[in-house]
């Protein structure tokens, strides 16, 4: 390691002050070796902790060894990649980033999102399992965010598919989908798995990007979970407004609070801490 480490975790950033405290003391519990700075940054919305301003403050800190922790949910984000792309790293996908790129002396490793991650499928399964009656006749639909960039959207859908596959073996689920708002896949999903014609916010698109294997076990309910940070517009308004039409249980809960988001970050900074991992 070098003379000073530091920690900037970066999230997305809302005008929802809930929002922000949310991440705030997530970041806050983090327990991490005393004299370790960790600083909480925001790609937009929250004027004066930005990306750039937590670089500063952690540089001004005497800090020149930086793990950069992306608080998102999958390494496909657009966001994600552009960040990435603002530290000088290579793109994640054919697209070139849309950030500036960052004013930064120290020495940055770059951390991972939230992908298929061990800890958060246990996450979503607490988040569910009050919804959940006789698992082994029930489908369990997650739903993200999802991007429209075609290298970025099949890393998500990869990662997607993995977490769902991990919280289905978590909750005794009989099988799990997935589907993305961005392309609009989850009403056509939704229509597979309840095997339903009624119109339920438009046709299916036609790519045929949410098309749901035929084969299967035949399931009595689905569960809804939203793989989303926190609640808000998303989890509040928007799945409710596509899946319209059709009978599913849904408590809109996020992955935030919960202590394992602060976990989910140690786990990473350990091995960083320990000289594993340094991409440099």
Same mark, same amino acid.
């Given at each position: ?36 700075? /960790?600083?909480?940054?925001?790609? &937009?919305?929250?004027?004066? %902790?930005?990306?750039? +301003? !937590?670089?500063?403050? =952690?540089? *001004? $800190? ?80 997650? /739903?993200?965010?999802?991007?429209? &960039?075609?290298?970025?959207? %099949?890393?998500?859908? +990869? !990662?997607?598919?993995? =977490?769902? *596959? $991990? ?114």
């Amino acid at each position: 390691m070098g003379a000073r480490p530091g920690v900037l975790v970066i999230s997305h950033g809302s005008p929802d002050a809930e929002w922000v405290r949310l991440v705030d003391e997530a970041v806050r519990d983090v327990q991490l070796p005393e004299g370790v700075p /960790i600083v909480t940054s925001f790609l &937009e919305c929250v004027e004066g %902790r930005l990306i750039q +301003d !937590g670089i500063d403050e =952690l540089e *001004a $800190r005497g800090v020149d060894e930086m793990f950069v922790l992306p608080l998102f949910v999958s390494s496909g984000s657009t966001h994600v990649d552009d960040i990435r792309q603002a530290f000088g790293l290579p793109p994640a996908a054919f697209r070139a980033g849309e950030l500036e790129p960052f004013r930064v002396r120290a020495r940055v490793t770059f951390g991972l999102p939230i992908d298929d991650d061990p800890i958060i499928a246990e996450l979503i399964a607490d988040n569910v399992r009050e919804l959940s009656i006789a698992p082994e006749r029930e489908a369990l639909l997650l /739903i993200a965010h999802g991007s429209r &960039e075609r290298g970025l959207n %099949r890393i998500w859908r +990869d !990662g997607m598919r993995k =977490l769902a *596959a $991990r919280v289905r073996e978590l909750g005794g689920f009989a099988r799990a989908e997935t589907a993305m708002l961005l392309p609009d896949q989850a009403a056509c999903v939704m229509r597979a798995l309840t095997k339903r014609q009624a119109h339920a916010g438009g046709a299916a698109p036609a790519d045929g990007c949410c098309a749901v294997p035929a084969a299967g076990p035949e399931t009595d309910a689905v569960i809804v979970a939203p793989l989303f940070l926190s609640r808000g517009y998303f989890t509040n308004t928007v799945i409710p407004a596509r899946l319209s039409g059709f009978d599913y249980r849904y408590n809109g809960k996020a992955l935030l609070p919960n202590p394992a988001i602060s976990r989910w970050m140690e786990r990473q900074l350990e091995g960083w801490l320990g000289g594993a991992g340094q991409s440099g």
